[in-house]
């Protein structure tokens, strides 16, 4: 069993930056795919990166160049630093994890991640 807790969302101001963590309490946090994800009011929720078990990364390519993944095993953390932040990135933003491997294509898919945390929200101002 998982559990995660995000942590780091806030107010910023466009072209500002945030770093979200998802801090992860169980055993074998490091054996675990651990993606992100976002939701706008009104919209589904999509897929903004991942990172495997195997320090392999994806990102959506909304976000690609300005998103960067990262994980500390020893601290059961999966980091996701945010850089140069648009009013469109403002959502809900979740972590989640899966003990399957992913590829590319099956990282986006967010019905195949199994544990999720509660969200922490990121707004970015004009």
């Known amino acids: 069993q998982l559990q995660l807790v995000e942590s780091g969302g806030g107010l910023v101001q466009a072209g500002g930056s945030l770093r979200l963590s998802c801090t992860a309490s169980?055993?074998?946090?490091?054996?675990?795919?651990v993606g992100w994800f976002r939701q706008a009011p009104g919209q589904e929720r999509e897929f903004v990166s991942h990172?495997?078990?195997?320090?392999?990364?994806y990102y959506a390519e909304s976000v690609r160049g300005r998103f960067t993944i990262s994980r500390d095993n020893a601290k059961n953390i999966v980091y996701l630093q945010m850089n140069s932040l648009k009013r469109e990135d403002t959502a809900v933003y979740f972590c989640a994890a899966a003990g399957e491997r992913f590829t590319k294509l099956t990282a986006l898919h967010s019905g195949l991640y199994e544990y999720w945390g509660q969200g922490t929200q990121v707004t970015v101002s004009s």
């Open positions: 990172i495997g078990w195997g320090d392999s990364t």
């Open positions: 169980g055993h074998g946090f490091n054996n675990f795919e």
